[in-house]
Nanobody, 123 residues
C-alpha cells in the first residue's frame, strides 16, 4: 500500500518560514507527480503546488507563487515544500499526494494521500 507521511508543520509568526517534508514508505515516488494541498477551517481543500516526476516542472497556485518552492529528492524518496514569507491566510492543514499527472498546480489520478500536517501562522 502506498503510504506518504508529512512532517515539518508548526507554529510560526507572519513573515517566517517552514519546510514541509513528504516522505514515502513501502514504495518509490519515482514515476509519480507529487502535489501539496491545504485545507483551512471552514474552507474547501485547495491545491498549492505540483511537481513532475523528474522534478523538472513545477506549478504553483497564485496565492503562494514567489513564496513557496516545491522540490524533490528522488534518491531520498522525499518531496519538500519550502514556505517563506508566511501569512496568516496560509494557516491550514497541509497534505501531500502522489498522482499520475499535474493539472496546473494540482496532482490528478491520485494514488496516495498523507495524513496532513498543521501549519499555523499567527502573531
Amino acid at each position: 500500500q502506498l503510504q506518504l507521511v508529512e512532517s515539518g508543520g508548526g507554529f510560526v509568526q507572519p513573515g517566517g518560514s517552514l519546510r514541509l517534508t513528504c516522505a514515502a514508505s513501502r514504495f518509490s515516488l519515482n514515476g509519480y507527480v507529487i502535489g501539496w494541498f491545504r485545507q483551512a477551517p471552514g474552507k474547501e481543500r485547495e491545491g498549492v503546488s505540483c511537481i513532475s516526476s523528474s522534478g523538472g516542472s513545477t506549478n504553483y497556485a497564485d496565492s503562494v507563487k514567489g513564496r513557496f518552492t516545491i522540490s524533490r529528492d528522488n534518491p531520498k524518496n522525499t518531496v519538500y515544500l519550502q514556505m517563506n514569507s508566511l501569512k496568516p491566510e496560509d494557516t491550514a492543514v497541509y497534505y501531500c499526494a502522489a498522482g499520475l499527472y499535474c493539472t496546473g498546480h494540482s496532482p490528478n489520478a491520485i494514488r496516495s494521500w498523507g495524513q496532513g500536517t498543521q501549519v499555523t501562522v499567527s502573531s
